[in-house]
């Protein structure tokens, strides 16, 4: 409110400030000099932007998919990687963190730093389908989905996944739809995995080359919101609470830039294929939870 002691920070100013503080992960003192706003003020504005961001952002830019938003996902994965019936990229990546008051070493992770898990499945586009925030960073990936609430409906069969359909050129069995992930996480049948790395024959190294481009797309994903939000690039000075709201405000505002920035998009066609590599050709020549889960809205 306007008084006679001061004017009101506009809304647009309010997200302004918290837009710079994602963009640079700068500290509160330092946006005080920038903005010629108090430090508390700041703070109190970061906390809610974000919030408001993800309430209205969630499900314009990262809505529930359907049985048709799934068939898209995959034609993109087969059309750029040649992997089909792939209805996502899932990984996870650890945000660092203020080590939350009597937390023992939960969220102290493998890397000697204290963290929680983003998990998430990216798409083609390399835009977030799904996430999962909150997790201790001790926690190994798959321990995290299995716990998580979108894993639990994948179980379930409630993520109105599409009928299984025959791979392209096969004419066996129809297969399902699945997300590919790495090592790390178990095979199930909406879950793929790679073959283990030893003693594998041709066919296997193939598959395991074609399963790898398709999962680079979620790390991609990871590095360019970390480029642009580069408030993880830091560790982030707040309480679990509002260290998760940001995190949910960065993973909904890069749905919304690789939405509407047209710049953002990544023209597949100029990489080379395997084909154009020559690695298939090659290998034939050769011989051998407990964190706070975050959905669509419900």
């Not at 830019?61 to 059309?79: H, L, S, T, Y």
């Not at 041709?202 to 680079?216: D, E, G, K, P, Q």
């Not at 560790?235 to 909904?252: G, P, R, W, Y």
Request: aromatic share 10%; net charge positive; proline share 6%.
């Amino acid at each position: 409110m306007d008084t006679n002691m001061r004017r009101s920070i506009f809304p647009a100013e309010r997200l302004i400030v918290t837009l710079r503080f994602l963009a640079t992960g700068n500290s509160f003192a330092s946006l005080h000099f920038e903005f010629l706003l108090g430090t508390s003020t700041i703070s109190r504005i970061v906390h809610h932007t974000c919030h408001v961001i993800w309430q209205q952002l969630r499900e314009t830019v990262m809505p529930q998919p359907k049985a048709d938003d799934w068939v898209r996902i995959a034609e993109g994965f087969n059309i750029l990687v040649q992997f089909p019936n792939c209805i996502g990229a899932m990984d996870g990546k650890h945000i660092r963190v203020k080590k939350p008051p009597h937390s023992g070493s939960r969220f102290f992770n493998y890397k000697q730093y204290f963290s929680v898990v983003l998990m998430a499945v990216a798409d083609s586009n390399y835009r977030f389908i799904m996430v999962d925030i909150g997790a201790y960073g001790s926690t190994a990936d798959a321990r995290i989905f299995s716990a998580s609430r979108m894993g639990e409906r994948l179980r379930a069969n409630q993520l109105a996944l599409p009928e299984s359909r025959r791979l392209p050129g096969y004419a066996g069995p129809p297969a399902p739809f699945v997300i590919v992930a790495d090592e790390g996480f178990a095979l199930t049948p909406h879950v793929m995995r790679p073959f283990p790395k030893r003693g594998l024959d041709v066919r296997r190294r193939i598959f395991n080359y074609r399963l790898t481009r398709a999962r680079r797309y979620v790390e991609c994903a990871f590095g360019i919101l970390s480029s642009k939000w580069r408030v993880f690039l830091l560790s982030i000075q707040m309480d679990l609470e509002n260290a998760t709201l940001v995190i949910q405000a960065c993973v909904v505002l890069h749905n919304f830039t690789r939405i509407h920035e047209a710049s953002s998009s990544v023209d597949m066609e100029d990489f080379p294929t395997s084909s154009d590599l020559g690695l298939e050709r090659t290998l034939h020549r050769r011989p051998g939870t407990a964190g706070i889960d975050i959905f669509w809205p419900c």
